[in-house]
């Protein structure tokens, strides 16, 4: 069975620093596209930030210059690592990946993790 485990959140002060991290563990094959997305409260689910296996990135316009994803394919491992945090960054965090078991890819979940920014 396959599982993201996260771990990272917490409370922080504005302008402050966070890094998540998430581990893919079970059987399978291999661990594509990972990312990392966040619920508000009464929003909808968006995304932060995602990383393919060759380490290409993409950002949410919101998180450009403060965010950095990268990622560890050794240990299908990716992390999320968040600067200059702001109250509107409060939220659930999420990992998600895209996980083949051999030639059928899934798309996978964590439980979240919640990080709040505030003074």
């Known amino acids: 069975q396959v599982q993201l485990v996260e771990s990272g959140g917490g409370l922080v002060q504005p302008g402050g620093s966070l890094r998540l991290s998430c581990v893919a563990s079970g059987s399978f094959t291999e661990v594509n596209t990972m990312g990392w997305f966040r619920q508000a409260p009464g929003k909808e689910r968006e995304l932060v930030a995602s990383i393919t296996r060759s380490s290409t990135t993409n950002y949410a316009d919101a998180v450009k210059g403060r965010f950095t994803i990268s990622r560890d394919n050794a240990k299908n491992a990716v992390y999320l690592q968040m600067n200059s945090l702001k109250p509107e960054d409060t939220a659930v965090y999420y990992c998600?990946?895209?996980?083949?078991?051999?030639?059928?890819?899934?798309?996978?979940w964590g439980q979240g993790t919640q990080v709040t920014v505030s003074s």
């Open positions: 998600n990946a895209v996980i083949r078991i051999y030639f059928r890819p899934d798309n996978y």
